[in-house]
């Protein structure tokens, strides 16, 4: 028997549970979210925002500006005339900026909570069956456990890092992204197997601050995902230009950990290699968090990938059973996730809740960062659709070349037929607020000459975005 009920109980509080909670309280249904304590503070209190925002995009983000600064006060300041005579790194005071940084968040999700009378279940949340049109769902606590019942449910479980047979993560030494966000002190050597988005960020970060940093990567193509030119010329920057080892096309055949270091052996088409590094991160991709969801009992189904199956509204294959962010289909991004929390809230609320899946942005924050919306030539291309690219470097703009970080381009593609925008390929600095204007336009089913009629701040970076429009009907001004 239920001790209470809800019209929506949430199951995980990361950016596709919180918000949903939130959304789901604004339009007066009565809403309860589930979290447990996988991110619990040192007093063992549940901490909201999941992996986004404890162990992911904003504990990452703090991490890179400490080390982009470091980076830029070794090396960019001797262009301006600056003298910096010795420049330190104290990482546990980096480390503490960081975690307060996440405190401050995670706490503020609470007072969110608060505010919008969004009621927080401490404990693991799973399916106990359904009586009548209320589903039963267990929240096992620390110390007890109680059942809820609600009218719907919405799964925000997440995801978790997946991690390779032979190769066990202690989050010491061979770390997957938590350890790899709390390393205490600067590794000499660091080993990183994938060259993803975390593999590119985690690898930089650490990289800035000291550490020879080599990548493994099982794929013969770099960054595979992006516009094969952004891919280019990222290649160019962050292997020549940067120092970045990063080897394609591996196969890791064992890690061998002893007490002075860890040893990687792999093979690529020149044969057998050797790696040896004093820290190891295994960035090889997420895996949805369905085990011990009780979802077996309920009939509740997943896809070949092992998400909860769910269509392009995020309902599952149960009555009033939804799904939201990295536990379904589609790229593992909070805002992603934060945008379907939005809708089935929505939808649950009898609104026309809806995600546009052809215009979600993609950021990797490396330096220079890259940033895209839309399809990519490659996509483009396979597809049979016939586009047009204007395509300016940012060396080619004068606020650029002031903040002395000019290098990139952005690049959109355009229907040949009806110059409606494709895609916007970006990379430069700034990239990750840059992309919001084509992301605008494409939501508004825009074609590259209205961006090229629109007038643009001078001197922005911005107007880099401009001259890209203007190139696709090949009157760039400034280049
Ligand atoms: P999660 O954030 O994983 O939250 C799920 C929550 O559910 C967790 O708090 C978990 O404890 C809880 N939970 C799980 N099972 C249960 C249960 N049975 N009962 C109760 N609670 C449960 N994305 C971006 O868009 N931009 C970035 O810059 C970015 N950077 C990243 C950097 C790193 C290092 C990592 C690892 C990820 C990054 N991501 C980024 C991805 C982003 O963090 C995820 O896409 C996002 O957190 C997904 O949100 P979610 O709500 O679906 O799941
Ligand atoms: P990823 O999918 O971005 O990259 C994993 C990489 O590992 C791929 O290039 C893959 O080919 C490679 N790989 C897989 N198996 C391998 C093996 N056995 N040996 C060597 N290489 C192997 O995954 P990630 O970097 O772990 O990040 C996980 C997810 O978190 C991302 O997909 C993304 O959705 C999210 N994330 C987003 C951001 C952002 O938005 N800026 C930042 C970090 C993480």
């Given at each position: 028997?239920?001790?209470?009920?809800?019209?929506?109980?949430?199951?995980?509080?990361?950016?596709?549970?919180?918000?949903?909670?939130?959304?789901?309280?604004?339009l007066g249904?009565?809403?309860?979210?589930?979290?447990?304590?996988?991110?619990?503070?040192?007093?063992?209190?549940?901490?909201?925002?999941?992996?986004?925002?404890?162990?992911?995009?904003?504990?990452?983000?703090?991490?890179?500006?400490?080390?982009?600064?470091?980076?830029?006060?070794?090396?960019?300041?001797?262009?301006?005339?600056?003298?910096?005579?010795?420049?330190?790194?104290?990482?546990?005071?980096?480390?503490?900026?960081?975690?307060?940084?996440?405190?401050?968040?995670?706490?503020?999700?609470?007072?969110?909570?608060?505010?919008?009378?969004?009621?927080?279940?401490?404990?693991?949340g799973?399916?106990?069956?359904?009586?009548?049109?209320?589903?039963?769902?267990?929240v096992?606590?620390?110390?007890?456990?109680?059942?809820?019942?609600?009218?719907?449910?919405?799964?925000?479980?997440?995801?978790?890092?997946?991690?390779?047979?032979?190769?066990?993560?202690?989050?010491?030494?061979?770390?997957?992204?938590v350890?790899?966000?709390?390393?205490?002190?600067?590794?000499?050597?660091?080993?990183?197997?994938?060259?993803?988005?975390?593999?590119?960020?985690l690898?930089?970060?650490?990289?800035?601050?000291?550490?020879?940093?080599?990548?493994?990567?099982?794929?013969?193509?770099?960054?595979?995902?992006?516009?094969?030119?952004?891919?280019?010329?990222?290649?160019?920057?962050?292997?020549?230009?940067?120092?970045?080892?990063?080897?394609?096309?591996?196969?890791?055949?064992?890690?061998?950990?002893?007490?002075?270091?860890?040893?990687?052996?792999y093979?690529?088409?020149?044969?057998?290699?050797?790696?040896?590094?004093?820290?190891?991160?295994?960035?090889?991709?997420?895996?949805?968090?369905?085990?011990?969801?009780?979802?077996d009992?309920?009939?509740?189904?997943?896809?070949?990938?092992?998400?909860i199956?769910?269509?392009?509204?995020?309902?599952?294959?149960?009555?009033?059973?939804?799904?939201v962010?990295?536990?379904v289909?589609g790229?593992?991004?909070?805002?992603?996730?934060?945008?379907?929390?939005?809708?089935?809230?929505?939808?649950?609320?009898?609104?026309?809740?809806?995600?546009?899946?052809?215009?979600?942005?993609?950021?990797?924050?490396?330096?220079?960062?890259?940033?895209?919306?839309?399809?990519?030539?490659?996509?483009?291309?396979?597809?049979?659709?016939?586009?047009?690219?204007?395509?300016?470097?940012?060396?080619?703009?004068?606020?650029?070349?002031?903040?002395?970080?000019?290098?990139?381009?952005?690049?959109?593609?355009?229907?040949?037929?009806?110059?409606?925008?494709?895609?916007?390929?970006?990379?430069?600095?700034?990239?990750?607020?840059?992309?919001?204007?084509?992301?605008?336009?494409?939501?508004?089913?825009?074609?590259?000459?209205?961006?090229?009629r629109?007038?643009?701040?001078?001197?922005?970076?911005?107007?880099?975005?401009?001259?890209?429009?203007?190139?696709?009907?090949?009157?760039?001004?400034?280049?």
């Amino acid at each position: 028997m239920a001790n209470q009920q809800f019209d929506v109980v949430v199951i995980g509080g990361g950016p596709g549970g919180y918000v949903a909670a939130i959304r789901a309280a604004q339009l007066g249904l009565s809403t309860a979210c589930i979290e447990s304590d996988a991110y619990a503070d040192p007093k063992g209190a549940v901490r909201l925002g999941g992996t986004c925002l404890n162990v992911g995009c904003i504990p990452s983000k703090a991490l890179l500006r400490s080390s982009e600064l470091f980076e830029t006060a070794n090396h960019g300041f001797a262009a301006h005339g600056i003298t910096a005579a010795t420049v330190k790194m104290d990482v546990a005071t980096m480390l503490r900026r960081k975690d307060a940084i996440v405190t401050q968040l995670t706490t503020g999700i609470k007072g969110l909570f608060k505010k919008n009378k969004v009621t927080l279940l401490a404990g693991r949340g799973s399916f106990a069956g359904r009586e009548g049109a209320l589903w039963q769902i267990k929240v096992a606590g620390q110390d007890a456990a109680e059942v809820v019942a609600a009218r719907h449910v919405i799964v925000a479980t997440g995801s978790a890092p997946r991690h390779l047979d032979g190769i066990p993560v202690d989050n010491i030494t061979i770390c997957d992204n938590v350890g790899a966000l709390a390393l205490p002190a600067v590794p000499q050597r660091l080993g990183v197997i994938g060259a993803g988005v975390i593999g590119l960020e985690l690898g930089s970060v650490w990289q800035r601050l000291g550490s020879a940093v080599t990548i493994l990567e099982a794929l013969p193509d770099f960054l595979a995902a992006a516009d094969p030119a952004v891919a280019k010329e990222a290649w160019k920057i962050f292997t020549r230009q940067q120092g970045l080892k990063i080897n394609l096309g591996v196969r890791i055949k064992s890690v061998k950990q002893t007490k002075k270091c860890v040893t990687v052996d792999y093979e690529t088409a020149a044969g057998t290699q050797k790696l040896e590094c004093d820290k190891l991160i295994v960035s090889v991709g997420r895996v949805p968090n369905v085990a011990g969801l009780g979802g077996d009992s309920v009939g509740l189904q997943l896809d070949e990938r092992g998400c909860i199956a769910a269509n392009e509204h995020c309902q599952t294959n149960l009555e009033n059973v939804w799904a939201v962010g990295d536990v379904v289909r589609g790229p593992m991004l909070a805002h992603k996730a934060m945008e379907e929390g939005v809708m089935v809230a929505e939808l649950i609320a009898g609104q026309a809740g809806h995600v546009n899946y052809a215009v979600i942005p993609w950021v990797i924050y490396t330096h220079p960062e890259i940033a895209w919306v839309g399809q990519t030539e490659t996509q483009l291309k396979n597809a049979g659709i016939e586009y047009r690219a204007g395509q300016i470097p940012f060396a080619a703009n004068g606020r650029a070349l002031g903040q002395g970080d000019s290098s990139g381009f952005v690049r959109m593609l355009a229907c040949a037929r009806t110059d409606t925008i494709l895609g916007v390929h970006i990379i430069g600095a700034n990239a990750s607020e840059l992309i919001a204007e084509a992301v605008t336009a494409m939501e508004f089913g825009a074609v590259s000459e209205d961006i090229a009629r629109i007038c643009h701040a001078h001197p922005t970076l911005s107007e880099v975005m401009h001259e890209a429009a203007l190139a696709v009907d090949k009157r760039a001004l400034h280049f």
